[in-house]
């Protein structure tokens, strides 16, 4: 019997990525595979989820300066939080709501102390999704400096490569930073990075992924925090290059397929590993912006723009279903 891997990530905004590998799952069972459920995530929005779910909530500073309770997850001495239930764009109320000068990443701060007060020898931070462009220093004014992480290996799951500086021009804009904007942000950066180097001896500016985030993954490791790639550390905890071996067909995808897709996602991650195991793969994205260089369904071509934001789960087991009705005729 043939098998099948469905390792989605979330399509943002319209379903999380077990939903997109449950739908998945369903076609392939119903055309007679097996089907091997590995939802993944990059570091962004879905990393709680993926790692076990949410289990913990404290109250903590919005990207606004509001209150906000953020879910979390404690597991033995380990944690696990997400930048975007504490200083998220959506809590924020998206590009139009947000005040990208004022937005701060406090609150992932605070979540970070909670995690440190309940016991945690190590803490994941996922840095996805943010409202941010304040290069951490809102995140570093809560925890107050490194003596208090002292002990605590914190590991931050980037979902971007991007340098520290280079974070405003690339993503300050789709947080709602107008031109003028985006020019203040970017040396707000260059001053920082001069701080955290002269503070504490950490030059943000040479690290690979300091910008995720506007680049709190800059500002954590200057206060000795370890950055990572987010698909990597995913796929290494749920074991992903192992559940390829035998496989048929992978199918991952996610919300929009673009440049940024192959720099730290998950559909370029598992595109990569699967040319490695020489696996077929098949990339279903809400949207396709850029050419993954292997088979490529647009939910938006195949079933128009409407369709596929309502129904995302379904759209892509159907196109599933219709990819292994094409191979059992081949």
């Keep these: 019997m043939p098998h099948l891997v469905a390792a989605p990530d979330k399509f943002r905004g ?16 119903e055309a007679g595979w097996t089907c091997d459920q590995a939802p993944l995530a990059d570091g962004g929005e879905g990393l709680l989820e993926v790692l076990g779910g949410p289990n913990r909530r404290s109250r903590v500073t919005g990207p606004l300066g509001q209150p906000v309770e953020a879910a979390w997850r404690m597991e033995g001495d380990t944690a ?3 930048t975007a239930r504490a200083s ?6 998206g590009p139009d709501g947000n005040d990208p000068l004022a937005a701060t990443t406090r609150g992932t701060g605070e979540l970070i102390l909670a995690a440190v007060a309940a016991g945690a020898r190590r803490i994941v931070v996922g840095v996805g999704g943010s409202a941010t ?5 809102g995140a570093i004014e809560a925890v107050g400096g490194p003596d208090r992480l002292r002990g605590v290996e914190v590991v931050v799951a980037c979902d971007v490569d991007i340098g520290f500086v ?3 021009t690339e993503f300050a804009p789709q947080k709602g930073a107008s031109p003028k904007q985006v020019s203040l942000l970017e040396r707000r950066l260059q001053r920082l990075s001069q701080l955290y180097l002269q503070r504490y001896g950490v030059n943000v500016s040479a690290l690979p992924g300091a910008g995720a985030a506007g680049g709190l993954a800059g500002g954590l490791a200057a206060l000795g925090a370890t950055l990572v790639p987010g698909f990597e550390l995913v796929a290494d905890r749920v074991g992903l290059e192992e559940r390829l071996e035998g496989a048929d067909l992978v199918v991952t995808g996610e919300g929009f397929v673009d440049e940024q897709s192959f720099h730290g996602k998950v559909v370029g991650g598992v595109v990569e590993l699967c040319s490695l195991a020489r696996v077929p793969v098949l990339v279903v994205a809400g949207e396709v912006l850029a050419d993954p260089g292997v088979e490529t ?4 071509v195949r079933f128009g723009a409407e369709r596929s934001l309502a129904e995302p789960a379904a759209c892509v087991a159907e196109v599933v279903a219709e990819r292994l009705q094409a191979e059992r005729r081949s």
């Design 88 to 93: 998220g764009l959506v809590l924020a109320g």
């Design 14 to 29: 319209t379903a999380t990525a077990a939903e997109v590998a449950a739908a998945v799952c369903r076609a392939a069972v």
């Design 133 to 137: 462009t304040d290069g951490g220093l």
């Design 80 to 82: 696990v939080v997400e």
């Design 297 to 300: 369904v647009s939910l938006t």
């Design 166 to 168: 280079e974070a405003a």
